[in-house]
T-cell receptor
């Protein structure tokens, strides 16, 4: 089954720096979503980008999608210690198929 | 509450026992998912319910795993004859399904941490 693969697996940055996480997937998709997971909690939806979109913004988040390369990136600008979490990309290739998640990037923002 | 509720939050059981995990989705959400997350890993899809359609059971790892969704609301995931490799966090999520349903984000519960000793 298709699966997003995030890169890097772990990322450690200083507060105020930008964090970039990448996601690659294998088959054609309908949309790609990014989720965040704090330790011991469920996942929280951050942003969704459709297959016909190339870039989307939400607050300090910027997501890009390159369907020709089957890849997406999540940029968090001006990172804060509270951004420390795991970030997952998830893809869906049609309306009634389940959302498939990657293994995530563990982001640590050091104050 | 307004979110997805899972119970229990933690469950310790002996190998060979059966366990039941419960999920209360957000009211009005017709799609419900179960995922499994092992320590430090991504989410493994288990089963997906959508409205009155037959569930997608393609992710269930063995016939020891089963799930029901009664009345289109509450769901129970049952693991029979538990094994140590079943130890993981079991996450439930729901979403609103309608026109353009494939764009609906998932709302997750906080999971049930299952430990099989």
């Amino acid at each position: 089954s298709q699966q997003g693969e995030e890169d890097p697996q772990a990322l450690s940055i200083q507060e105020g720096e930008n964090a970039t996480m990448n996601c690659s997937y294998k088959t054609s998709i309908n949309n790609l979503q990014w989720y965040r997971q704090n330790s011991g909690r469920g996942l929280v939806h951050l942003i969704l980008i459709r297959s016909n979109e190339r870039e989307k913004h939400s607050g300090r988040l910027r997501v890009t999608l390159d369907t020709s390369k089957k890849s997406s990136s999540l940029l968090i600008t001006a990172s804060r210690a509270a951004d420390t979490a795991s970030y997952f990309c998830a893809t869906r290739n049609s309306g009634n198929t389940p959302l498939v998640f990657g293994k995530g990037t563990r982001l640590s923002v050091i104050a | 509450g307004a979110g997805v509720s899972q119970s229990p939050s933690n469950k310790v059981t002996e190998k060979g026992k059966d366990v039941e995990l419960r999920c209360d989705p957000i009211s009005g959400h017709t799609a419900l998912y179960w995922y499994r997350q092992s320590l430090g890993q991504g989410l493994e899809f288990l089963i997906y319910f959508q409205g009155n359609s037959a569930p997608d059971k393609s992710g269930l790892p063995s016939d020891r795993f089963s799930a029901e969704r009664t009345g289109g609301s509450v769901s129970t995931l049952t693991i029979q004859r538990t094994q140590q490799e079943d130890s993981a966090v079991y996450l439930c999520a729901s979403s609103l399904v309608g026109t353009g349903s494939y764009n609906s984000p998932l709302h997750f519960g906080n999971g049930t941490r299952l430990t099989v000793t």
